[in-house]
């Protein structure tokens, strides 16, 4: 595969896997920089910001649900506001984390830098282990 190819592939994958479907895109970075190992830092960054942006779109999600309807570990994430989402690549927690970030109305610029700073760690250990 294509430097190109891979990293298209490994923004797909980090973007989907960061949102509300099921999926994981450490094997995807693994295989890329097993393929490609100098393009380390282009597929950290093409990472870190497709799964950024699938973590924004569990956010957007959300906003837009009404805030009639209580959503499960509001607690945490009014107790410990938009640094909780530095967990947001944790499986299972990372995506409900976003939800609820979105529906408490937590500043969207913040948010987004937790959730980066967070999975941008996630990823460094990865291919740390990996090159």
Known sequence: MTESASLWTLFASSFLAATLL??????????????HP????AAL??????NTLGGMSSYLIGRLIP?????????T???FGAPVLLLSWVPIVGDPLCVAAGWLRLN???SALCIAVGKFVRYWVIAVLVV
Do not use: Y
């Open 22 to 35: 099921p999926g994981g895109s450490e094997v995807v970075l693994f295989g890329v920089l097993k393929l």
């Open 38 to 41: 100098d393009q380390l830092w």
């Open 45 to 50: 960054a093409v990472a870190t910001l497709g």
């Open 67 to 75: 805030q009639k309807q209580a959503l499960k570990g509001l607690a």
């Open 77 to 79: 994430v009014q107790r």
């Open 108 to 110: 969207p610029w913040w």
